[in-house]
């Protein structure tokens, strides 16, 4: 007998009235590719305001041995004995 009450309680609840749970999978999704997407915009902007401003360093192969070579000889007196 009580399990018919409370069938017939359940039963008497009106169909329309019951919402249908919002999928929170769905909404967490969301928010999580919101909250990338938010991020990945504000380091690109840090990037362009404080990394772009600045010049590259030349790191073409004349550049780099060039940078790389001793100093010449002739620019600095070189003794042996002291």
């Known amino acids: 007998m009580q399990y018919g009450a409370f069938r017939m309680s359940m039963s ?3 169909p329309d009235r019951v919402e249908s749970p919002r999928r929170p ?3 967490l999704a969301r928010e999580l590719i919101a909250l990338v997407l938010v991020k990945i915009v504000l380091l690109t902007l840090i990037w362009w305001v404080a990394i772009a ?3 590259r360093p030349d790191t073409r192969p004349v550049a780099m041995q060039q940078w790389l070579a001793p100093a010449s000889s002739s620019s600095t007196p070189h ?3 002291p």
Do not use: E, G
Request: glycine share 0%; net charge positive; hydrophobic share 25%.
């Open 12 to 14: 008497s609840v009106n």
């Open 25 to 27: 999978l769905r909404r």
């Open 53 to 55: 401003p600045y010049a």
């Open 79 to 81: 003794t042996d004995s």
